[in-house]
């Protein structure tokens, strides 16, 4: 009777210790998964102080990653790559003519280019409209677009490569043609909290 005792008290102290040691590895692995989280958002913008009124989408990169080459054409059909803007600082914003989101954030687009354009940094509007430049213009007309270039893929091969997972998506790239960061979705590009973060990126010539 006595050894029958010894061998339930063991199996109970045994599965105590069991579920003390789940139960911490329960509370170890939610506080893991907390401090991630946190870190995980806190790095989403970047390592600058946030701006409250940064869109949740934008997400800038602790390092420059590399973008895969991509062609396209300008408004006269000369093709260009991302290295025909080396030594410049691009947004590069990735669009379509019947995307509701990218033609109302065009004008703030325009704006952006007319308050930064420059040497220094441009904004390159590349539109995926499979029926060409013409449905561009266009359109440029009809809202009065004034500082931007016209640049299109009809193909839509370049919006697959750089992985644009809806329209509109902006990316960021530096003067060396590797992506900073990118937003999906609109945004007010020339919102003064913007426009203050893309001053930081921009290129010295």
């Known amino acids: ?5 010894h061998a339930k008290r063991t ?5 105590a210790a069991g579920v003390l040691m789940v139960a911490a590895l329960a509370v170890t692995s ?3 998964y ?4 946190k870190s995980s958002r806190a790095s989403a913008i970047s390592d ?4 409250t009124n940064w869109p949740r989408s934008l997400v800038m990169h602790e390092t420059p990653r590399p973008l895969p080459k991509i062609t396209f054409e300008d408004g006269d059909g000369q093709a260009l790559t991302l290295a025909s803007f080396k030594g410049t600082t691009v947004l590069l914003n990735i669009w379509a ?3 509701v989101p990218c033609r109302e954030e065009m004008p703030t687009l325009d704006a952006l280019q007319a308050e930064l354009g420059g040497p220094g940094f441009e904004v390159v509007p590349l539109s995926v409209d499979r029926a060409g430049p013409e449905v ?3 359109f440029y007309a009809e809202i009065g677009i004034r500082n931007l270039g016209l640049y299109i893929d009809a193909s839509m091969q370049a919006s697959f490569d750089l992985a644009a997972v809806g329209l509109p998506t902006t990316l960021l790239i530096d003067a060396e043609g590797q992506e900073l960061g990118r937003l999906v979705g609109p945004a007010e590009w020339d ?3 913007m426009i203050d973060l893309l001053k930081t990126h921009l290129t010295t010539n």
């Open 30 to 32: 939610v506080m893991m």
């Open 34 to 37: 907390i401090d991630s989280d």
């Open 191 to 193: 919102a003064p909290e």
């Open 97 to 99: 003519t019947w995307c």
């Open 11 to 15: 199996i109970l102290a045994a599965l």
């Open 1 to 5: 009777m006595t050894g029958r005792l």
């Open 48 to 51: 600058k102080p946030a701006a």
């Open 136 to 138: 561009v213009r266009k």
